[in-house]
T-cell receptor, first 115, second 115 residues
Framework: ETGVTQTPRHLVMGMTNKKSLKCEQH?????MYWYKQSAKKPLELMFV???????ENNSVPSRFSPECPNSSHLFLHLHTLQPEDSALYLC??????????????FGSGTQLSVL | GESVGLHLPTLSVQEGDNSIINCAYS??????FIWYKQESGKGPQFIID?????DKRQGQRVTVLLNKTVKHLSLQIAATQPGDSAVYFC??????????????FGKGTHLIIQP
């Protein structure tokens, strides 16, 4: 276990549904990330939060809405998604300013299928 | 465009042999590099990292080599085992000149261990 837990592990939703992905880290980290992993493509950075403040939005469509209520929890709210949004969504965290450098710790991801 | 890339999408080696996975990067401002391993159904797991002021770093059965002259990074795995079967990603972080927070990933090499 990496100390980063994502739920649910799998999610199937229609294009008109609203759902949320959850991430929790038990590592005492202060930065959290959402990445998208599609087949045959590199991991794509979506959002970055430092100390609960969003510092990066990598041109992500507004149908993806992140929320970071505290430094241990991160959500990704989904609404009116498209089939091309089907992918593995990975949460990661790190200790900014610590001794671990730029190392990210990843959760196991949520495999999302949009029908 | 993609800043970090890999030469081969798939690499097949015999169990017990050494394997070398290569990665090319294009941004000379990158000062930190990291290798991740991703097994089926799991998120990426840290293997080894290296800063740009080093040429080589060794871990347990793994060695990372950095050639800044040709912007090339490699991961060497000694005496490969069945458990080494996975997709391996290189990633970089750019400290200077702005740019996105978080790591930029390559597409990945699928390492297959033949019995």
């Amino acid at each position: 276990e990496t100390g980063v837990t994502q739920t649910p592990r799998h999610l199937v939703m229609g294009m008109t549904n609203k759902k949320s992905l959850k991430c929790e880290q038990h590592l005492g980290h202060n930065a959290m990330y959402w990445y998208k992993q599609s087949a045959k493509k590199p991991l794509e950075l979506m959002f970055v939060y430092n100390f609960k403040e969003q510092t990066e939005n990598n041109s992500v469509p507004s149908r993806f809405s992140p929320e970071c209520p505290n430094s241990s929890h991160l959500f990704l709210h989904l609404h009116t998604l498209q089939p091309e949004d089907s992918a593995l969504y990975l949460c990661a965290s790190k200790l900014r300013g610590g001794t671990e450098g730029e190392k990210l710790f990843f959760g196991s991801g949520t495999q999302l299928s949009v029908l | 465009g993609e800043s970090v890339g890999l030469h081969l999408p798939t690499l097949s080696v015999q169990e017990g042999d050494n394997s070398i996975i290569n990665c090319a990067y294009s941004n000379s401002a990158s000062d930190y590099f990291i290798w991740y391993k991703q097994e089926s159904g799991k998120g990426p797991q840290f293997i080894i990292d290296i800063r740009s002021n080093m040429d080589k770093r060794q871990g347990q059965r793994v060695t990372v080599l950095l050639n800044k002259t040709v912007k090339h990074l490699s991961l060497q795995i000694a005496a490969t085992q069945p458990g080494d079967s996975a997709v391996y990603f290189c990633a970089e972080n750019i400290r200077s000149g702005g740019g996105a927070d978080g790591l930029t990933f390559g597409k990945g090499t699928h390492l297959i261990i033949q019995p």
